[in-house]
């Protein structure tokens, strides 16, 4: 092999190996949201005390927390 | 009904630590776990302030975001609760948690050592059939079935630890600090309080 052969081969080579850098691909890993695999709950209404009444629930549970402001209960 | 929230009042808690006991009590917290503790910033100096400080039941939980064994889920309102049959006991929601909420009853010790983690439910009990014992022993009391809020809040002498729909709580504490005529300054209270609420408002 003649010089020029062997120059075009080495330049083949080298374009070779630097286009390798061309196929990289990304090495991030996307995160995605879990999903819960666990036993379902229940709603909060849905028991004796309530009978699954959601708006009787509500009430209760916004009653409650209107008590916790003792200006309501002072003037 | 919004999303479920506490708001601990710095200028009211007097560092009394009743929230403390009331959890331990109403849950049967085990040894070594503190679902709720009284953190106090410049203790013993004039001007100290003690907040009381549990789960937050953040709206996007980090501690959802790491668990490996997807264990975490969202109650009504917004509740943040955990399967216990799930749980690994790794410590990830432990590391993730900006408030120190998730407890191990055996910690601190080596992974598979620590026991499944225990955190502060809200008082909503957790995937268990409501009221069961099954729920009460590895949960805790399930107050929000009855229509009641959590014992730290309502046992709180002080009333500095509110809990209940965000709104409503909001709206409590912008009542109080207009009277007292002190905290309007604060950085982002506009934002925060600036607006009257419509309760159930996500």
Aim: aromatic share 8%.
């Amino acid at each position: 092999m003649n010089t020029r052969g062997l120059m075009s081969m080495l330049a083949a080579v080298v374009l070779a190996v630097g286009l390798t850098g061309c196929g990289e691909q990304p090495q991030v890993v996307s995160y995605e949201q879990g999903k819960y695999q666990g036993k379902a709950d229940s709603q909060p209404w849905d028991n004796p005390v309530f009978k699954g009444d959601k708006a009787a629930w509500e009430l209760a549970m916004k009653n409650r927390t209107r008590g916790q402001n003792e200006y309501n209960r002072t003037q | 009904m919004g999303r479920m929230k506490f708001l601990c009042d710095a200028e009211r808690c007097i560092e009394c630590n009743g929230c403390v006991t009331a959890c331990k009590n109403e849950n049967e917290v085990p040894w070594g776990v503190n679902r709720r503790r009284v953190v106090t910033i410049n203790d013993g100096v004039p001007g100290e302030r003690s907040m009381s400080v549990a789960c937050m039941h953040c709206s996007d939980a980090p501690c959802m975001a790491v668990c490996p064994t997807n264990c975490f889920y969202k109650a009504e309102g917004g509740v943040v609760l955990h399967d216990k049959d799930l749980c690994i006991g790794c410590g990830y929601c432990f590391y993730a948690c900006p408030f120190g909420a998730p407890q191990f009853p055996n910690g601190p010790s080596a992974f598979g050592e620590r026991g499944k983690m225990d955190k502060c439910t809200f008082c909503a009990g957790g995937p268990e059939e409501t009221g069961s014992k099954e729920e009460y022993a590895k949960y805790g009391s399930n107050r929000l079935a009855e229509g009641k809020l959590p014992a730290c809040a309502e046992m709180c002498s002080t009333k500095a630890l509110l809990a209940g729909d965000s709104a409503a709580v909001s709206d409590i504490f912008r009542d109080r600090v207009l009277r007292r005529g002190k905290g309007l300054e604060a950085w982002g209270w506009m934002t925060a309080y600036g607006a009257e609420q419509k309760e159930g408002a996500k």
